[in-house]
């Protein structure tokens, strides 16, 4: 199973940026950890902060034969239509993820263009989101 993770602006910036909300652990020690407790996975991941590139990278799933994809568009997720309409567009599902609660934060963080063609939306549990995604997929038929 082919299960690739696309984070979008200012989340390369994990363990450095606003650790009380994204906790201290850097996405890439994160990763390392999630390979080694889903070693059944063939795990990839992909980080931009430039919109087109998260859109170029969504279409590519599909010629990568990715069988599932998990999403944590970080700001993106509230403003690009454009990155909604390539999650509708592609035939692979995606799990939107966010470490924060974002129905706790901000009212400009309860507006997703994602969710309505996401598979599923998981929030506010912290890293431990992409971990319970990729529990989903491996264990949904
Ligand atoms: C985020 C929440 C977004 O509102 C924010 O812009 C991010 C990160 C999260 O993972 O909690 O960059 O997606």
Redesign the pocket.
């Given at each position: 199973m082919k299960i690739h993770i696309i984070n979008?602006?200012?989340?390369n910036l994990l363990g450095k940026r606003e650790p009380e909300?994204?906790g201290a652990t850097s996405f890439e020690d994160y990763f390392n950890e999630l390979q080694s407790v889903f070693n059944e996975v063939e795990l990839s991941y992909f980080q931009s902060n430039v919109e087109g590139e998260l859109i170029n990278e969504l279409h590519q799933c599909l010629e990568n034969k990715i069988d599932s994809v998990i999403l944590?568009?970080?700001?993106y997720?509230?403003t690009s239509i454009g990155l909604g309409d390539a999650v509708a567009a592609i035939d692979v599902p995606v799990i939107e993820?966010?470490?924060?609660n974002?129905m706790d934060?901000e009212e400009f963080?309860h507006v997703s263009y994602i969710s309505k063609y996401a598979a599923g939306v998981i929030?506010g549990f912290g890293l431990k989101g992409y971990e319970l995604a990729i529990y989903n997929c491996t264990t949904s038929k």
């Open positions: 979008g602006p200012n989340l909300t994204y944590n568009a970080g700001a997720t509230h993820v966010h470490i924060s974002v934060r963080r929030s």
